[in-house]
C-alpha cells in the first residue's frame, strides 16, 4: 500500500490476500520485527506491517506522540476495506489502545502482544530519560545491548542468527526516532479505564517469559476487556513474534480468521 502521510509518499510493506491484518511494531524496532509472523499469516491474510514515521519505508517525521503513530495507523485502515484486524506489539499496542479510544469502525479485531495498559510511574519516565540522554550521545548502539538483553528470554538468547537479526534491525534506527519513541512512552496516558469499552472480539498474548510487560499483568488486561482471552507463549520473553514466530502465527491465525470471515 502506498499512501501520503504529512505530504509525504510511504510505502507500507504487504503481503497475501484475504481479509487485512495491520502489524504495529514495538520499540526500538521497525517493521522487520514482524516477518516471520507476516509470512506465515501471508498464506490466509492481506498482512501489512507499516514503519511508524521515522524509520525503514516511512520517512516522516516523528512527532513524539503516541497519539501521533495512531494517527499514522488510521490513516492505513482508512484505505482498507473491513473487516479489518489490528495486532499491535508492545509499543505498537499502546498505539493500538490509543486508536482504540477512538472507536475506529474499520478496525474489526484485536490482538495485544506483550504490551500494557498502564502509563510510566515515576521511575519508569526517570527510565525514559535517561534512555534520550543514551540515544543522544550514543545512538542506537548506546541501548541495542541492555535492551536486546530485555527483548529476549535467556534460552533466545543463545540464538546467534535471531540476536544477529535483532540487532541488526536495532542499530539502523536513527537517534531522533528513538527519542521520539521513548518521549511517547513516556507520555503516554493510562489506557486501563478504557479497556472495558473495547467491544471488538480481543485476544492479549505474552511471553512466559517477558520482563517488560509481565504475563499476570498480561492477563490482568484481558481480564479487564470484555470477552477477551489471553494465550501464554511459551520460551519466550518479550519479542515473542521473533522468538515465537510460528506459535504467535498460530495463535493469531486461528484467532482472526473466524471474527475477520
Ligand atoms: C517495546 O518493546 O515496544 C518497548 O520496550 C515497550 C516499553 O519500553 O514500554
Partial sequence: MRLDW??????????????AIVLVH??????????????????????LKPDLPGRGENPT???GRIGGYADFIEAIFSQLPPPAGL???????????ALMKRDPASVRALALVDTRAGA???????????????????????????????????????NASLVERLKRIILRQKPETLESDLAAMRDRLDSTDSLARIA???????GEHDVISPPAECQAMAAAIPGARFVS???????????RPGAVAAVLSEFFTPVLA
Fill in 6 to 19: 504529512n505530504g509525504q509518499p510511504v510505502q507500507v510493506r504487504e503481503f497475501g490476500h484475504g481479509p
Fill in 61 to 63: 517525521t516523528p512527532d
Fill in 233 to 243: 507463549i511459551p520460551a519466550a520473553g518479550h519479542l515473542t513474534p521473533m522468538e
Fill in 120 to 158: 510510566d510511574d515515576e521511575a519508569g519516565k526517570a527510565g525514559r530519560e535517561a534512555a534520550i540522554a543514551s540515544v543522544r550521545s550514543g545512538g542506537a548502539a548506546a541501548i541495542a545491548e541492555e535492551m536486546i538483553a530485555k527483548l529476549l528470554a535467556p534460552g533466545s538468547a543463545q
Fill in 87 to 97: 495486532a499491535g506489539f508492545s509499543m505498537g499496542g499502546y498505539v493500538s489502545l
Fill in 200 to 206: 471488538i472480539p480481543t485476544i492479549v498474548l505474552a
Fill in 26 to 47: 514495538g520499540y526500538p524496532l521497525d517493521g522487520a520485527m514482524w516477518s516471520g509472523v507476516a509470512r506465515a499469516l501471508s498464506a490466509h491474510f492481506r498482512v
